[in-house]
C-alpha cells in the first residue's frame, strides 16, 4: 500500500513502482464522492486493477452527486431483533471497495444509509449478521434469488 496525495489542482504522482499488477483505491471521507471513473492508457479500469509494465497516465473522475437511501424494514415479528441492511452494488467486480456496504437498522425499523453512489443495488435484510461474512464476495449471492 503506497498513500497517495492529491494535490489541489487534482493532479498526484506516484514514484516508480516495479511491473506488476496493483489495485487502485480511492479514499476519502464516508459520503463524500464517488468514482464515476478510473482509465489508465485510454482504457476502463473496471476492477480497479492496473498491470503495470511501462509509465501510464491515470484518469480518475470523481463526482460529488450522491444518491440517498433510507428507509423502513418490517420485522418477521414483533420481538425481533432490529437487524441490519446489506446494500451489494449489482455490477460492482469482486474486490472493489463498496461493493457491499452496511447499516444497523433501529428499533423501529428505520434505516439510513446516507450518500451512497448512484447505482442499482440488491438490498438485504437480516435479524442478525457476523459481519466477517461480508468479506466473501459470494455470501450475498447466495440470497439474492429470495
Known amino acids: 500500500s503506497i498513500p497517495v496525495p492529491v494535490t489541489p ?6 514514484p516508480a513502482l516495479p511491473p506488476g499488477r496493483y489495485r487502485i483505491n480511492i479514499l476519502a471521507a464516508a ?5 464515476k471513473s478510473l482509465r ?14 511501462a509509465s501510464a497516465q491515470l484518469e480518475i473522475v470523481v463526482s460529488t452527486k450522491l444518491a440517498k ?10 420481538d425481533s431483533l ?3 441492511i446489506a446494500l451489494e452494488k449489482i455490477g460492482a467486480p469482486s474486490g ?17 444509509a446516507g450518500a451512497i453512489a448512484p447505482g442499482n443495488y ?16 459470494n455470501f450475498l449471492k447466495k440470497f439474492a434469488p429470495r
Do not use: K
Request: glycine share 12%.
Open 9 to 14: 489542482d487534482g493532479s498526484f504522482h506516484i
Open 31 to 35: 459520503g463524500s464522492i464517488y468514482v
Open 40 to 53: 489508465a492508457a485510454g482504457r476502463e479500469l473496471a476492477d480497479y486493477t492496473l498491470d503495470l509494465n
Open 69 to 78: 437511501l433510507n428507509g423502513t424494514v418490517q420485522r418477521s415479528q414483533p
Open 82 to 84: 432490529p437487524g441490519f
Open 96 to 112: 472493489v471497495t463498496g461493493q457491499s456496504l452496511t447499516y444497523g437498522v433501529a428499533d423501529t425499523g428505520a434505516f439510513d
Open 122 to 137: 440488491r438490498l438485504y435484510a437480516f435479524e442478525e449478521l457476523d459481519l466477517i461474512y461480508l468479506r466473501d464476495p
